[in-house]
């Protein structure tokens, strides 16, 4: 039986501990995937409990010097074997489609019941799943973790001190203090090596401080070992702002939840709630479920779900969202989704599955790094005896450069150079209503070169409207032109009669039921009006019955094409009465938002199914100029295929399920929201609000995400070409080489986390 769990991991303080936990898990029998995300200290585990049990990978876990607990509030859910192949996206040992664990996969809770004296052990969970006793590395442990380097540092002030006043003795402080600070590392390193890991920068730290110790640099090695504890502490309280950061930007739920039994009202953990459950919001609280008004008026904020700043009015059979902001009145809602399904424990979940598909640059640093220490450790060993032994030089200076090599070969200020960026900022779009699936997906966002739009339900409201009315003669009015279309379309349920008959009833027309209905499949309709033959539809089904079309009604029919609408003639089997244009109006905002692309460089595009005409009208009303109509959804994959042969990365925005095939072949692929559920499901990037000045913003975090990562990566690389220089030529001691590489990542780390205050809006 596979089970998919989701844990927290304590102790790990660099990107390389994310990947050697990771590695070695992905080894073990029974463990069919695996993604450790370091900068939310999230472990995503799948694996077969009749072949490795959860003791197992604690133990597994703790043998590399972290610990690890399932979940808090969260139940494991119970996956098929066979799933584990079937991912359009996956890395070296991980694989998660969509949002896996929630609407495709069934979990098992024991909450069914609705006793309100519920027990709950443990810490209180957030209506997400998520517990307040996260635990870090450098939390509660924060002090025990800072006295060996503090013991170190003192050590090596009192030797300097005793070493200025003569006592011959110092050196034993200095070894003291080296012992004390240096034992964490030394066993960091043992049991990476004893796990088959090889040697990371705590073994090699250690290999450095003892080989100063023997060269009598008492000092060094003390200094060395100590300032690596103090920066691998820097490292961990920066690791923790990190994931803070990631995770005050998501935690948004409040942690119990009032809820009503009868007569009686009960506050309980926002985790116990189930569905059917009733909650009680009072005005400026956060609704702590997903769930649906069933008493009260109130407008609610949902810019934490959605981005969408302006509150949205909410009444009974409205949807809430847990994490979102009640307003001035209160409401009373039903649960629709246990805490550990609701939309914002699907962003959540998302964004701590953002590491198993992982950008471009982070697997190409990750392949590096995997040759990068091995090649160090060789340059150190002939550095250290090649060199004396091939030029006769005096081989002390040079075993102490050596050394010094082995503390440069760490790459992990390189390593956390992107990771920590790809997750705060999917973190910043998540809390902006944009879903980004994965570092791929980012990186893809700030490549994009083109962008390609569908029209209905994308560039347009996907809600067809009728827009003109035209009688065909001076004794014909509007009401008798709406009287008879809407009596004809009464019993249709295609969306052209829906337009009709909202129009007919926003006018005040009242119409009859048409008898005898009957659909003409691509003509229009026929049905018996006040006792008469009456019909809706094409100018070819009039002219098929016999009855002709005035030449000015064709010419309207033609204009209305032109303006986008699809005309509809509605008459009798005498004459036709008139002409109803109807449209699929624009969005209010299309037009400002592709200007914006455009504007940002990107070539903008329309697909469409629809005619040339229409497809031209609708075109001109947003400002673009590159439009494809009478395209299939094959033809509008191939469609895109042109576009990125022209000018290369290719996104594609549609509505998630009619345009399938081309958002599979876009990168990324681009869902307009449609709702919660659908957006959450499809594509690599989701809008959870309609709005497509979003993506505009999307693509601009993206660039700036880049931008952050090359920064990173660009200060690591020239910061290790510079140390490697200063060690050979002798300049750099190996104390401030130590320092430089523990800055390093602490840098990178804050460098990264400044994305998390990307302002830029739509506007």
């Known amino acids: 039986m596979v089970v998919s769990e989701r844990w927290v991991v304590r102790g790990m303080d660099c990107a390389h501990c ?19 995300n370091f900068a939310t200290g999230a472990l995503l585990l799948e694996y077969d409990v009749t072949k490795v049990l959860p003791a197992d990978l604690k ?16 139940s494991p859910s119970y996956v098929h074997d066979g799933d584990a192949g079937n991912c359009k996206d996956h890395s070296e040992h991980d694989c998660h489609c969509g949002l896996e664990g929630h609407s495709h996969v069934h979990s098992h809770s024991d909450s069914d019941d609705h006793d309100y004296d519920r027990s709950h052990t443990g810490s209180h969970v957030h209506a997400h799943g998520h517990s307040h006793d996260h635990g870090h590395s450098h939390g509660e442990g924060g002090v025990r973790e800072l006295l060996p380097p503090l013991a170190g540092a003192i050590g090596i002030g009192l030797g300097f001190l005793l070493r200025r006043l003569g006592y011959d003795w110092y050196w034993a402080v200095y070894l003291g203090a080296s012992l004390v600070a240096g034992y964490p ?3 960091a390193g043992l049991r990476s090596l004893l ?46 702002r990190a994931r803070r950061s990631i995770r005050e930007a998501l935690d948004l739920a409040p942690p119990t939840a009032r809820v009503r039994q009868g007569e009686v009202i009960a506050v309980i953990p926002a985790g116990d709630l189930v569905p059917g459950d009733t909650v009680i919001i009072l005005p400026g609280e956060r609704i702590p479920a997903d769930g649906r008004v069933i008493l009260g008026d109130s407008s609610v904020n949902e810019a934490p779900i959605t981005g969408e700043s302006v509150p949205v009015e909410k009444a009974r059979g409205s949807e809430v969202y847990a994490g ?5 009145g209160s409401l009373e809602i039903i649960v629709t989704r246990e805490a550990h399904d609701t939309t914002l424990a699907r962003i959540v979940s998302m964004v701590e599955d953002a590491q198993s598909k992982k950008a471009v640059s982070e697997r190409l640093i990750d392949r590096f790094a995997r040759y990068w220490t091995p090649a160090m450790i060789l340059l150190s060993v002939l550095v250290a005896f090649g060199v004396p032994l091939a030029t006769g030089a005096e081989i002390r200076p040079w075993i102490y450069r050596g050394l010094t090599v082995l503390i440069v070969s760490c790459p992990c200020s390189l390593v956390i150079s992107t990771p920590v960026t790809v997750v ?5 779009a998540a809390r902006n209503g944009v879903l980004i699936k994965g570092g791929v997906h980012l990186e893809d966002l700030g490549r994009v070169r083109a962008i390609a739009f569908d029209k209905t ?17 001076p004794d014909v009015t509007e009401e008798q032109v709406l009287f008879t279309a ?3 379309e009464s019993r249709s349920e295609h969306p052209l009669a829906k337009a009709i008959l909202e129009h007919a009833e926003a006018k005040g027309v009242t119409y009859e039921t048409g008898e005898h209905f009957v659909s003409l499949r691509g003509r229009g309709a026929k049905a018996k009006v006040s006792g008469r033959n009456a019909y809706v539809g094409s100018e070819a089904l009039f002219l098929e019955l016999g009855v002709s079309v005035p030449d000015d009604i064709r010419e309207k029919v033609l204009e209305l094409r032109r303006m986008g609408q699809t005309a509809v003639l509605a008459g009798n089997g005498e004459r036709v009465l008139g002409v109803i244009g109807i449209s699929d109006q624009v969005r209010n905002e299309a037009k400002e938002a592709l200007a914006r692309l455009s504007d940002m460089g990107l070539h903008v595009t329309v697909h469409t199914g629809d005619d040339e005409v229409t497809a031209a009208a609708v075109a001109e009303k947003i400002g673009v100029k590159s439009f494809k109509a009478n395209l299939l959804p094959d033809q509008k994959q191939e469609a895109l295929r042109e576009v990125r042969k022209a000018y290369g990365r290719t996104a594609m925005v549609g509505d998630g399920v009619n345009d399938a095939p081309s958002l599979a072949e876009a990168s990324p692929g681009i869902a307009m929201g449609q709702g919660a559920d659908v957006a959450l499901e499809t594509a690599d990037v989701a809008l959870l609000k309609d709005d497509l000045r979003k993506i505009a913003w999307a693509v601009e975090l993206g660039r700036a995400s880049r931008a952050l990562i090359f920064q990173n990566i660009a200060f690591s690389i020239a910061l290790k070409s510079v140390a490697l220089v200063a060690v050979l030529g002798g300049v750099l001691p190996i104390w401030l080489a130590v320092m430089a590489d523990s800055g390093a990542a602490v840098i990178v780390t804050l460098n990264g986390l400044r994305i998390l205050g990307f302002k830029k809006e739509n506007n």
């Open 18 to 36: 994310a990947s050697r936990l990771e590695k070695t898990l992905a080894r073990m029998e029974g463990v069919k995937r695996v993604s450790v």
């Open 185 to 187: 590392v030394a066993r």
């Open 486 to 488: 809407a009596s004809v």
């Open 424 to 428: 705060a900022a999917i973190a910043r």
């Open 457 to 473: 339900g994308t560039v347009t409201k996907g809600k067809m409207s009728v827009e003109t009315v035209l009688p065909a003669a």
């Open 195 to 240: 796990a088959g890991m090889g040697a990371d920068i705590n073994l090699l730290t250690t290999v450095a401080g003892i080989g100063a110790l023997f060269l009598g640099e008492w000092a060094e090695g003390a200094a060395v070992l100590t300032l690596f504890s103090v920066g691998e502490y820097l490292e961990g309280m920066a690791s923790d």
């Open 59 to 74: 133990r597994a876990i703790a043998a590399l010097g972290y610990s690890a607990e399932a979940r808090s509030g969260t």
């Open 324 to 328: 979102t902001l009640n307003g001035e």
